[in-house]
C-alpha cells in the first residue's frame, strides 16, 4: 500500500552537494510510528545506513557522515529529501529511502533504489 519513490540527479561532481527526495505515497509521513531513512549501497558492500526523520520531525544521523549530512521534510508534499555535501567518489552508491517500524525495527517499506554516482 505504502509506496517510496526516489527522485535526484544521478550524477554529481566532487566537493558538490548531493540531493536526493523521497516521494511517499498511500500513508503520511506525519502519521504512525515510523522512521523516514536514507540508506545506501555502495559498489560491492552492503547496505549503510544514512539518517532519519521520525513521524515527528526528530532527525538522527550517521556519526561519520552528521558533519555533512541534512535530512528534511516537507509535510504539504508529503516528501522527504537527503543532502549529502562535499561529495567524494566513495559517496557513489545506490541510495534507498525506506520506512522503519519504530517498535519492531524493520523496514517494511522500500523505495526502488536510484543510483548516483560521483564523478568529475
Known amino acids: 500500500q505504502v509506496q517510496l519513490q526516489e527522485s535526484g540527479p544521478g550524477l554529481v561532481k566532487p566537493s558538490q552537494t548531493l540531493s536526493l527526495t523521497c516521494t511517499v505515497s498511500?500513508?503520511?509521513?506525519?502519521?504512525?510510528?515510523?522512521?523516514w531513512s536514507w540508506i545506501r549501497q555502495p559498489p560491492g558492500r552492503g547496505l549503510e545506513w544514512i539518517a532519519y526523520?521520525?513521524?515527528?520531525?526528530?532527525?538522527v544521523y550517521r556519526p561519520s557522515l552528521k558533519s555533512r549530512t541534512s535530512i528534511s521534510r516537507d509535510t504539504s508534499k508529503n516528501q522527504f529529501t537527503l543532502q549529502l555535501s562535499s561529495v567524494t567518489p566513495e559517496d557513489t552508491a545506490v541510495y534507498y529511502c525506506?520506512?522503519?517500524?519504530?517498535?519492531?525495527?524493520?523496514?517494511?517499506?522500500w523505495g526502488q533504489g536510484t543510483q548516483v554516482t560521483v564523478s568529475s
Open positions: 525506506a520506512r522503519r517500524d519504530d517498535g519492531f525495527g524493520s523496514y517494511d517499506y
Open positions: 498511500g500513508g503520511s509521513i506525519t502519521t504512525g510510528y515510523y522512521d
Open positions: 526523520i521520525n513521524y515527528s520531525g526528530i532527525r
